[in-house]
């Protein structure tokens, strides 16, 4: 009996080391993963902040207006005037749209004529 | 017979052995040696073995030089942004070049591989620094990603990289003498990058806490597309008249924040060698000049808030004034009695003289000490200039400061002290960092009356609008730009030449609510087409112009077109 009883415990203690070895070596590759995570995550960071660099520089004012100088015969840009500057209060009133009276239909058309017509 | 106990089986020999006879030594005392010989042995490779287990869990450790180095490159700063999150400042991570001589196995080679991956490396320097038995030396600092990965497939022994934050400048000179510059260790040499160091962040690097890791940034007051638009006038205006040297600042004038602060030749800060070079300096805090005429607007200031005059005052300009052996005149003579507003629109001299003594002058020291024009102006930027002034406050001295001679100041100093005529009468110390309307107002001191900011703004006002006004080039359909012009002689050889000028024009807008004080300084500016003057009305206005016309929609200031043609009514 108390041979069987040692069998048992044998086996126990080896597959208690094969578990513990194995949880070992689980951690060992989730740390090693964390790692690679966090190594990745630095050189995101160390990209945006390149990118970032890179988009500020790009929008110099000094650089955007080399560039509208530049290829201004396209662009058609003119510069800001004061008197285009205007409030909400200053706008013309919207212009009114009547509807036809009787519905949708326009009172009179054109044969063939797809485009809406003019009411 | 022997023989037959060989051939027994190996677990019968301890049965059949004989026992130790008596005489010799006991069983006893050979079975404790043995044990103690194993117990001995036991030991031994147990502190083996835990040995072996403590060294195998141990990581490298590198040497001491080497921590310490990499400590000092990897420095790493906030980033420096303007007021709506533009990136003025950032770190980059570069790589730089370092050897472990101690670890490095044939000079010879490493030398050689080195020489040819890098042909601009000095090879008998490196050749006697590998030499040494140093346990860390720099080769080179900042290397291209290219060279890291050529260096990288030598595979020297003891050379090696370190990571290093270096300082980059999207915006070149746009903003050079606001943000400053660092040299290579990261550290600031000039502009707000030293204020920073100063303040906190050496202190936070010598604790080791900023080692290596992102920081809050730092936002600045400046706007980056207002500060474009200055640079921009002045470089032209640089170029349209030849001059040598150029100012510009816009001031908001009710938080005292610097919005734009340009001076001109500036410096890139990316280029390291650039930055301490003397005719690159910053002339808007670090320089004093003698603005000339803009300071009879302090002196017309200091009359009105004297009470000793009105503005409804006249003073006789139809002579020139003598005192102490000098004659003063008139650059556009009028030679007739002047009301205080022709004065200051026809910028008369002797008038300003005859204001000026009439309240007095011990007063006028008084007023342009309260004002802050006689003190040195604190900025947050390192280079902050001492006024120059005259050694004795005597009559002659007072006469000519009374119209900006006699007297150096800093063009901040003066933008200032305007603020604080236009804005109601408060005088705010100026900052490059945000600041709101409350906190101002908590700062501020009350320098003039209300009563006298409002004569103020209308004077700025009508040198601008009147036909014969100096500053009537400035204006701005829709903007009320109020200013006053300055033009000074330099001194060459301690005499005034007339031919070389440093122009200045000193202006507010809106006038009817003043927020910004912009300042223009042009020095020895050339007339435009020979024949024409090169007074400040004829360039320095025009800056004025050029800038208020370009960013005012960006500062968010509504153009109005109203009553613009008729100056701000004034009771008097």
């Known amino acids: 009996m108390g041979r069987y009883l040692n069998f048992v415990f044998i086996l126990l203690v080896v597959a208690g080391a094969a578990a513990v070895y194995d949880m070992k070596l689980a951690a060992t590759k989730s740390a090693s993963h964390v790692s690679e995570l966090q190594r990745e995550i630095d050189a995101e960071h160390e990209a945006i902040r390149l990118l970032r660099a890179e988009w500020s520089t790009l929008n110099q004012p000094d650089r955007l207006q080399h560039l509208v100088d530049r290829y201004n015969e396209y662009l058609q840009l003119q510069p800001l005037e004061v008197k285009q500057i205007v409030t909400l209060d200053e706008l013309p009133p919207r212009p009114v749209t009547l509807e036809p009276i009787g519905g949708k239909e326009p009172m009179s058309g054109y044969a063939g004529a797809t485009a809406a017509v003019i009411r | 017979m022997t023989m037959t106990v060989e051939t027994q089986s190996f677990l019968q020999v301890r049965r059949s052995r004989p026992r130790a006879s008596a005489g010799s030594i006991s069983s006893g005392a050979v079975k404790?040696?043995?044990?103690?010989?194993?117990?001995?042995f036991l030991l031994g490779f147990t502190v083996i073995g835990g040995r072996l287990?403590?060294?195998?869990?141990?990581?490298?450790?590198?040497?001491q030089a080497l921590i310490s180095a990499q400590d000092t490159v990897a420095a790493s700063r906030p980033d420096l942004l303007d007021r709506n999150g533009e990136i003025l400042a950032t770190d980059i991570k570069t790589s730089s070049l370092y050897a472990e001589p101690r670890r490095i196995l044939d000079v010879d080679e490493a030398v050689d591989g080195l020489a040819r991956v890098l042909p601009d490396l000095d090879r008998k320097m490196v050749q006697r620094r590998l030499e040494s038995r140093a346990g860390f030396v720099w080769l080179k600092r900042e290397l291209t990603p290219d060279q890291v990965t050529k260096v990288h497939n030598l595979g020297l022994p003891g050379i090696g990289f370190l990571s290093e934050n270096r300082r980059f400048y999207p915006g070149g000179p746009t903003a050079g003498h606001i943000v400053g510059s660092v040299n290579i260790d990261n550290q600031g040499l000039t502009g707000i990058e030293r204020h920073i160091d100063q303040q906190w962040l050496s202190d936070l690097q010598k604790l080791g806490f900023a080692s290596d890791r992102p920081m809050e940034p730092v936002k600045l007051a400046m706007d980056l597309r207002v500060q474009h638009v200055v640079r921009d006038e002045l470089v032209k205006a640089m170029e349209r008249y030849q001059a040598i040297a150029a100012v510009g600042i816009v001031l908001d004038v009710k938080t005292g924040e610097v919005v734009a602060m340009s001076s001109l030749p500036d410096y890139d800060p990316n280029d390291r060698s650039q930055a301490l070079e003397q005719k690159r300096m910053n002339r808007a805090t670090g320089g004093v000049y003698e603005m000339g005429s803009v300071f009879k607007t302090f002196t017309t200031a200091m009359a009105l808030d004297s009470g000793a005059v009105k503005i409804t005052d006249s003073f006789d300009a139809s002579r020139p004034v003598r005192a102490h052996g000098r004659t003063i005149s008139d650059f556009h003579g009028k030679h007739r009695i002047l009301s205080v507003p022709e004065i200051f629109i026809y910028s008369s001299n002797v008038g300003t003289i005859k204001m000026m003594l009439t309240s007095g002058i011990e007063r006028e020291q008084e007023f342009f000490t309260r004002i802050g024009l006689t003190t040195r102006l604190k900025t947050e930027l390192p280079e902050n200039a001492a006024p120059l002034l005259p050694p004795k406050w005597n009559e002659l001295a007072a006469m000519t400061i009374s119209f900006g001679h006699g007297i150096s100041v800093t063009p901040m100093q003066t933008a200032v002290a305007a603020a604080a005529l236009?804005?109601?009468?408060?005088?705010?110390?100026p900052t490059f960092f945000p600041r709101t309307r409350e906190q101002a107002k908590a700062l501020g001191t009350r320098v003039v009356s209300e009563d006298v900011s409002r004569k103020m703004r209308y004077?700025?006002?009508?040198?601008?609008?009147d036909r014969g006004g100096s500053g009537k080039r400035a204006e701005v359909p829709g903007y009320v730009v109020g200013g006053k012009t300055g033009t000074a002689e330099k001194i060459e050889n301690g005499r005034y030449?007339?031919?070389?000028?440093?122009?200045s024009f000193l202006s507010a807008f809106p006038m009817d609510d003043p927020r910004y004080v912009v300042l223009t300084v042009i020095d020895e500016p050339k007339p435009e087409r020979p024949g024409l003057p090169a007074t400040a009305g004829m360039n320095a206005a025009i800056m004025v112009s050029n800038i208020i016309r370009r960013s005012a929609p960006m500062l968010g200031v509504m153009p109005q077109f109203q009553d613009s043609e008729k100056p701000i009514e004034v009771s008097y």
Not at chain 2, 53 to 63: F, G, I, T, V, Y
Not at chain 2, 497 to 503: D, G, L
Request: proline share 5%; net charge positive; glycine share 4%.
């Open chain 2, 32 to 40: 404790s040696r043995v044990y103690i010989v194993m117990m001995s």
């Open chain 2, 459 to 465: 004077l700025f006002r009508l040198n601008v609008t």
């Open chain 2, 422 to 429: 236009v804005n109601g009468g408060t005088l705010i110390p």
């Open chain 2, 53 to 63: 287990a403590m060294l195998a869990q141990m990581d490298e450790q590198p040497s």
């Open chain 2, 497 to 503: 030449v007339s031919n070389k000028r440093r122009n």
